[in-house]
């Protein structure tokens, strides 16, 4: 199996700051892409950014030049920072990563459970 287990989501005033991380674990043989998405209620689910293993970097329009997206690959955790946020930044944030697991042939999707982010106004 493999679990994709999120933190670092919470309340917070307009302007200020979060960071998220998203640990995966389980039988894994190799990670490629890792990434951000959001659904606010009401919304369709959103990229917030992307990573790929190479560490190239994508991101929605919305958040460029406030959100940094990272990843550690020998602790197989991607990481979101969040700076300068917005009451429209609110919403439920959840990791995704393609991951490989030990003897299958190829990559799959795996997601995160979720995070509440509420930023207040």
């Known amino acids: 199996q493999v679990q994709m287990v999120e933190s670092g989501g919470g309340l917070v005033q307009a302007g200020g700051s979060l960071r998220l991380s998203c640990a995966a674990s389980?039988?894994?043989?190799?990670?490629?892409?890792m990434g951000w998405y959001r659904q606010a209620p009401g919304k369709q689910r959103e990229l917030v950014a992307i990573?790929?293993?190479?560490?190239?970097?994508n991101y929605a329009d919305s958040v460029k030049g406030r959100f940094t997206i990272s990843r550690d690959n020998a602790k197989r955790t991607v990481y979101l920072q969040m700076n300068t946020l917005k009451p429209e930044d609110s919403a439920v944030y959840y990791c995704?990563?393609?991951?490989?697991?030990?003897?299958?042939?190829?990559?799959?999707?795996?997601w995160g459970q979720g995070t509440q982010v509420t930023v207040s106004s």
């Open positions: 389980g039988t894994i043989f190799g990670i490629n892409a």
């Open positions: 990573i790929t293993s190479e560490g190239s970097t």
């Open positions: 995704n990563a393609d991951v490989k697991k030990r003897w299958a042939t190829s990559y799959l999707p795996y």
